[in-house]
């Protein structure tokens, strides 16, 4: 089983700032990464794909990199509404996803 | 409006059944792959099930394998879970997902159902 490891758990970002977010993976998985943006009470929702294409509809202030074991989810510059938890996602075997980092306002 | 709506959640005891619905609307839903995402209270997210367009393919996580059936009807656009020996860890928020068409991330949502298991 490909386990995925997202740092930090929580990170305190102030609004207008830059958020990277990290996620690794037990073993390579390629480009078969995906990052999901879950607030309070609702569905996750895709935002990332491939490693790094954004999914339709989502701001370029979001973008991902990596290959392997190693994965970035970058946010430029914080509005309020992205303020929430991410997910990082394997689907080279199966699905597996991380245990979340929580982007809180600082 | 591309949407997924999953039904059927609620409370029962430990070793019951349950039987999860989720209806697609506003895409052809015999043109994708489908999947059971859950979370329990507080914590993250958790893929349980797999099961490819013409159900040829099905895969489970250990945690449900053996416990859990996934199934799906295309002539009726929806997807089921049929729940057994519940247990109180099998207590989350139940999300049916969808995958991308090029890709197996998973690009639309339901809203969840909730399932408790407690005595």
């Known amino acids: 089983e490909k386990v995925m490891t997202q740092s930090p758990a929580t990170l305190s970002v102030s609004p207008g700032e830059r958020a990277t977010l990290s996620c690794r993976a037990s073993?390579?998985?390629?480009?078969?990464l995906a990052w999901y943006q879950q607030k309070p009470g609702q569905a996750p929702r895709l935002l990332i794909y491939g490693a790094s294409t954004r999914a339709t509809g989502i701001p370029a202030r979001f973008s991902g990199s990596g290959s392997g074991t190693e994965f970035t989810l970058t946010i430029s510059s914080l509005q309020s509404e992205d303020f929430a938890v991410y997910y990082c996602q394997q689907y080279n075997n199966l699905w597996t996803f991380g245990q979340g980092t929580k982007v809180e306002i600082k | 409006e591309v949407q997924l709506v999953e039904s059927g959640g609620g409370w029962v005891q430990p070793g019951g059944s349950l039987r999860l619905s989720c209806a697609a609307s506003?895409?052809?839903?015999?043109?994708?792959?489908m999947n059971w995402v859950r979370q329990a209270p507080g914590k993250g997210l958790e893929w349980l099930s797999y099961i490819s367009l013409a159900s040829g393919n099905i895969y489970y996580a250990d945690s449900v394998k053996g416990r859990f059936t996934i199934s799906r009807d295309n002539a009726k656009n929806s997807l089921y879970l049929q729940m057994d020996s519940l247990r109180a860890e099998d207590t989350a928020v139940y999300y049916c997902a969808r995958n991308d068409l090029h890709f197996f991330s998973m690009d639309v949502w339901g809203k969840g159902t909730t399932v408790t298991v407690s005595s």
């Open positions: 506003g895409f052809t839903f015999s043109n994708y792959n």
């Open positions: 073993q390579s998985v390629g480009s078969n």
